[in-house]
């Protein structure tokens, strides 16, 4: 099967990630990036994800538009121009997508891209009478915390409830309701276009393998990971590997706690550091615990330090994600 048609019909299973979730996860900061692991962070540069389209004006002709989204059909009387974005994925969409002009505010772990207009709003914890005190025409938010959608209703804010995707395919489809909800039709149009042609590009440098890699992909210093069941993991398969989790007993809907014990015994060729609240150890404070110094990874120097942000996201930066593993694991059968 060719790496295009694996691309068309992969379904990647989307969980929000374990280490803190989308709407209230910790910003990088720069231990998580400046330590002696291997840094993925600076694998990425080969590619040129459509994080932030060029300022484009919304078609004002588009509206009134009506999206379906998780709390069902909205209308949208006439193009937005004071857009609020309760989630840092659905940030990072709407900038993708040329509606960064008409965004007024964001909460606090909106961190990219720089310059969007930060608040102190929590989407974990949502305050109607703030979020309405900044007079949006338009809120994004990715979970329906304390009935925050029925509540910004009865005070006449339209709302798209937009959830932790499920699947690559929902990553473009939130992608393209963004671009219609924002009167940005068309650049949202381009941008899953160059998403999935870097994605194509990406997959033709992964090497045939007899058998996929293993790894372990460290979420938290207690041993919370990621099974291949979840977005992580399916993103990670693409480029031919594994979790060692995969076996393991999980009532946490794919995000195991792994004992040091059964990350020796599985001895995985890579490890993947994605510490959400930017500790990520050394590779020196990998090899230091009881045993580590000894597995394959380790020996091999295959510790990568991801940036915990892309890897806890579901929107355009997926392929600085797949770049990252793609590019650490490169030459490596």
């Known amino acids: 099967m060719s790496r295009r048609l ?3 019909v992969t379904v990647l299973a ?4 374990a280490c803190g979730g989308d709407d209230d996860a910790a910003p990088t900061t720069s231990s998580s990036t400046t330590s002696s692991s291997t840094t993925a962070s600076s694998t990425t540069a080969t590619t040129t994800p459509p994080t932030q389209s060029a300022p484009t004006s919304a078609a004002a002709d588009a509206f009134p538009v009506t999206v379906n989204v998780g709390n069902g059909p909205v209308t949208i009387a006439a193009a937005p121009q004071r857009i609020m974005s309760l989630s840092p994925s659905l940030t990072e969409m709407l900038y993708a997508v040329g509606a960064g002009d008409q965004v007024g505010a964001v909460d606090k772990n909106s961190d990219f891209p720089a310059g969007a207009p930060v608040t102190d709003l929590s989407g974990f914890k949502p305050n109607v009478e703030a979020i309405a005190a900044l007079t949006p025409d338009l809120v994004l938010v990715s979970g329906d915390r304390d009935g925050i959608v029925a509540a910004l209703g009865t005070v006449g804010i339209p709302t798209l409830l937009l959830p932790t995707a499920t699947t690559l395919d929902d990553t473009f489809a939130q992608l393209a309701t963004i671009g219609a909800a924002t009167g ?8 899953v ?4 042609e870097q994605i194509d590009a990406l997959l033709a440098e ?7 890699l293993t ?5 938290a210093d207690d041993g919370n990971t990621v099974t291949s069941s ?3 993991g399916n993103v990670l398969s693409l480029a031919g590997l594994t979790s060692i989790a995969d076996p393991a007993p999980d009532a946490a809907g794919g995000y195991p706690q792994l004992g040091a014990e059964a990350v020796l015994a599985a001895d995985p060729a890579f490890i993947f550091l994605a510490h959400s609240d930017g500790s990520a150890p050394t590779t020196d404070e990998i090899a230091a615990r009881p045993g580590w110094s000894e597995l394959q990874a380790v020996r091999d120097g295959h510790v990568v ?4 942000d892309i890897a806890s996201r579901w929107g355009p930066r997926v392929v600085d994600l797949l770049a990252a593993v793609v590019a650490a694991t490169r030459g490596t059968t």
Do not use: G, K, N, W
């Open 6 to 8: 694996l691309t068309a």
């Open 14 to 17: 989307l969980v929000a990630t």
């Open 184 to 191: 940005h039709v068309d650049a949202a149009s381009a941008t």
């Open 193 to 196: 276009t160059a998403m999935r």
């Open 206 to 212: 992964v090497p045939e393998r007899e058998a996929p």
């Open 215 to 219: 790894y372990f992909y460290e979420l």
């Open 230 to 232: 979840t977005f992580i």
């Open 305 to 308: 330090a991801l940036d915990s």
